[in-house]
């Protein structure tokens, strides 16, 4: 298999269980962020043309046999109908904000085409046609799902250089702004966790010149991010003291749906459920894996952590199964 590229990596985390067929506002953050990761990506392979902090880039440039389709897409967006862009690194990740959505639907296709034909993504059932209304109604929806193995190995990577102590390289700065400003930092670390990494923003404020140039900026728009508890997460996650004036807010992007599957019997034993619920998932082309059983057993879908919560809903009688429920690493 070949490796991916930067943009690529980080695309694959932004597209994971996200809806394939429509552009949600979930998927808007996740699109904006991937047409900044392009950027970056150039940045650190000098796609660019630098003179002191300007980088340059010519229409002409797109005739390079290096540029890939994904990279045409974003470069032609941001060049509009000039010959030439000449900006500063954070001015160029700032005009994500402003691409239209068809220009997010063709940064979509081109990546997912890229990462279709590299077997680091597929599009499957979504976990949403497990619902027991959708079920019923014979709704077909889809979804992208990652190749598990390259993303345990991606994620679990990024965790390790975060979280531990030592310098951080700036594939992983650059990572780590693009995991923050999409949402993506709350599938990756609880919320304990989330402390050490705002403690690492600080330290690469005081340490890198790159992180100086990019933590600071803010490429979310508000109304496309679902900002839970703000601020209880400000004081318990963003607490960490710094002379720099600069308050950070990881967003909270709401990817996840709450799936009820019907079981069998009526307040069926914990084991008929966990197998009702295997079935299902097993029916509509699921991988998953039980993490733990018991009452509230912890299921890993599609890179996705769920609890199935015992549960019911009234119709004419009552119908009893469970609720997946997204698993709160860090709410």
């Known amino acids: 298999m070949k490796e991916l590229s930067f943009a690529q990596n980080f695309s694959m985390i932004a597209l994971n269980a996200q809806d394939s067929l429509h552009l949600t506002n979930a998927k808007k953050v996740s699109l904006r962020c ?3 990761a392009t950027i970056l990506e150039l940045y650190l392979d000098n796609g660019f043309t630098r003179e002191g902090d300007i980088l340059t880039f010519k229409r002409e440039n797109l005739e390079f046999p290096s540029i890939t389709m994904y990279q ?3 470069l032609k967006a941001l060049i509009g109908k000039i010959e030439t862009i000449s900006e500063t690194l954070p001015d160029y990740l700032t005009k994500v904000t402003k691409l239209s959505k068809k220009i ?10 890229s990462l279709l034909g590299a077997n680091a993504l597929e599009e499957i059932p979504a976990l949403i046609g497990c619902d027991l209304e959708y079920v019923t109604a014979d709704i077909s929806m889809k979804e992208y799902r990652s190749n598990p193995e390259l993303y345990i190995r991606l994620t679990e990577s990024l965790r390790a250089e975060i979280l ?11 990572m780590l702004w693009l995991l923050r400003e999409s949402g993506c930092l709350y599938d990756l670390f609880s919320r304990e966790e989330l402390k050490r990494v705002a403690a690492r923003i600080y330290e690469l404020l005081d340490n890198s ?3 100086k140039r990019i933590l600071p900026i803010n490429i ?7 900002v839970k508890n703000f601020l209880k997460i400000k004081k318990e996650v963003m607490s960490t003291p710094s002379g720099s004036g600069i308050n950070f807010i990881f967003p909270v992007i ?6 009820f599957i019907d079981t069998e019997e009526f307040f069926s034993k914990k084991e008929d459920r966990l197998r009702d619920v295997k079935a299902r998932l097993e029916s509509k082309g699921h991988v998953f894996t039980v993490i733990r059983e018991g009452e509230v057993p912890l299921i890993k879908i599609d890179n996705v952590l769920y609890e199935a919560v015992p549960s019911a809903k009234q119709y004419r009688i009552p119908v009893h199964g469970v609720r997946l429920r997204k698993y709160p690493l860090s709410l």
């Open 34 to 36: 991937m047409a900044g």
């Open 72 to 74: 045409e897409t974003v």
């Open 104 to 113: 997010l639907k063709e940064v979509e296709h081109s990546f997912a085409v």
């Open 164 to 174: 531990e102590d030592g310098p951080m390289t700036d594939e992983t700065i650059l």
């Open 209 to 211: 010149s790159l992180a």
């Open 220 to 226: 979310h728009k508000s109304f496309e991010t679902a």
């Open 254 to 259: 709401e990817r996840s749906q709450s799936i």
